[in-house]
């Protein structure tokens, strides 16, 4: 079909660290991932300035996404 070309496959990444994170976007990217979503409702960031370095390191394009009933109670 002529529309596959333009197909992107998206992983979501559901990490509580900012190391698991960071290795799950590698092998999503190893595994043939075009892009992330990033799930910051199932991420445990102490301070914003880590969800800064994790966008700085990113290996792919990355969508950042906080789901309303996500895992995560409050903010970040």
Same mark, same amino acid.
Request: with cysteine; aromatic share 4%.
């Given at each position: 079909?002529?529309?596959?070309?333009?197909?992107?496959?998206?992983?979501?990444? +559901?990490?509580?660290?900012? !190391?698991?994170?960071?290795? +799950?976007? !590698?092998?999503?990217?190893?595994?043939?991932?075009? *892009?992330?979503?990033l799930?910051?409702?199932?991420?445990?960031?102490?301070? =914003? +300035?880590?969800?800064?370095?994790? =966008?700085?390191?990113? +290996? *792919?394009?990355? =969508?950042?996404? *906080?789901?309303y009933?996500? *895992?995560?109670?409050?903010? =970040?």
């Open positions: 079909m002529a529309f596959q070309k333009n197909l992107l496959v998206c992983a979501p990444i +559901s990490c509580g660290s900012v !190391e698991e994170t960071l290795a +799950s976007m !590698e092998k999503a990217k190893a595994e043939g991932a075009d *892009l992330v979503e799930r910051l409702d199932s991420m445990s960031f102490s301070h =914003i +300035s880590q969800l800064h370095y994790l =966008i700085t390191q990113r +290996s *792919l394009p990355t =969508i950042l996404s *906080l789901r009933g996500g *895992l995560k109670v409050g903010g =970040i």
